[in-house]
């Protein structure tokens, strides 16, 4: 019998599920990832138990689910979900169907598990319960639906996004039948929520092979959710685009600069808006893909002026990316690649000796100038400019003198 290293408040769980008479098992993405010896996000549990009486048998419960059957059980303050096992209807949001029928029986629950790689259920005393051949599907390396594709797609769009998810987080190809499914119902996910779409983008964009967006291309997938991907390859700019992202190292927001890196600013925020991003990634995704036009500067303290005009939070991403983006876009040019390495090593230099690049870091504030006469408001702002600039010029002139001695003289 197979035997799957579970850890040991899994194994509690299970054990005083299987105590009180109910059965009890790990279930889902933790069991294949344990067969494919990977470590598993998380551990879910499914059990023949009833909401209710998980409640009752442990003490420390939360009704994360309650309605859909899931119970969190902390243990240690960490909490594992326990999921009665059950029919679905209709998906509404990825994890919760919009009614569910428990069942007392486990292959029912595996049934409606998407693929069959997903479909396994395991327990010390009964081993690998795979109903599916999710076993023989991790050795094909393929991902296939439990049941009839069409169905299962057919009552969950997400489904189809989610196949070429798991074939770029485990370098698998989607089996025959299943993909032709995906062809003819991939429309399908424009019935989905956006921020359902958003979590699986980004688990595919962060996989090892993020390169498999084309299949999502190929299948018609992104003609429904991302568009952009399709103008990309009209512009001939397709196979450039997905291998830089997998040159990226696995940084969301380095990997979304990458695949937008054609869009002008505001496209990139609309997009990423679109998907249902937080601001932070559209602030940052847009400014690094618009931060990629400012040609690079071959004097210190052309370093230091681009770092204020692109912004000190994002720099060392934006030099990151540029390398990566250099060393495979331009290939052959040598002296752009010296460019961008001299820049490189000026950021840290100028970092490493606190040379000024913002106002914050200037020898003199506001309140100073207006000591010196400078009307509130516009003409302090202009003030302080004016002589950051002196200063990104020459970092020698930033102490409190020098400056008030350039204000006077202005
Ligand atoms: P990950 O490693 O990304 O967490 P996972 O396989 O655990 O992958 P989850 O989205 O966490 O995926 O879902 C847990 C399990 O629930 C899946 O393995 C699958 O059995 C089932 N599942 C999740 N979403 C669906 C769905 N839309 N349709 C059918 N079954 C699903
Ligand atoms: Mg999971």
Known sequence: ????????????????????????????????????????????????????????????????????????????????EVTTYRIDGEYEDGRHPKSVEFTSNLIEDLKRRDF????????????????????????????????????RFNED????????RFSAVLDFDIEENTKKAIIKLAENLNKISKERIQVELEKLLMSNHPEKLKTAYETGITKVILDEVDKIN?????????????????????????LLNHCDKST???ILRGLKFDNKTINI??????????ELPHDRAGVRKLIYLIGEDIFREYIEFMEIYISYIHKENLEIQKLITFVKNEYFDILDKKECISLKMLAINGRDLIELGAGRGAEVGEGLNMLL?????DSSLNTKEKLIDIYKNR
């Open 234 to 258: 009209s512009l001939g700019k397709l196979d450039e685009t997905l291998n830089l992202i997998r040159k990226m190292p696995v940084n969301h927001y380095l990997r979304w600069s990458a």
């Open 1 to 80: 019998m197979l035997k799957i290293n579970v850890p040991k408040n899994v194994k509690l769980i299970i054990n005083i599920l299987e105590k009180n008479g109910y059965e009890a098992y790990a279930v889902g993405g933790c069991v294949r990832d344990a067969i494919l010896l990977k470590e598993p996000n998380d551990w879910d549990i499914t059990t023949s138990a009833m909401p209710e009486d998980v409640k009752n048998i442990f003490n420390k419960t939360i009704d994360t689910g309650i309605k859909h059957g899931t119970v969190t059980v902390l243990i240690e303050r960490t909490g594992y």
């Open 389 to 393: 600039n002196k200063v990104l010029e």
């Open 116 to 151: 069959t790689i997903n479909a396994m259920a395991y327990s010390d005393k009964k081993g690998i319960v795979d109903a599916f051949d999710g076993i023989g599907d991790l050795e094909r390396k393929v991902i296939k639906c439990v049941g009839n594709p069409e169905d």
């Open 285 to 294: 995704v847009s400014r690094i893909v618009d931060a990629t036009n400012n």
């Open 157 to 164: 769009a997400l489904r189809i996004l989610r196949a070429v």
């Open 268 to 270: 990139v925020a609309n």
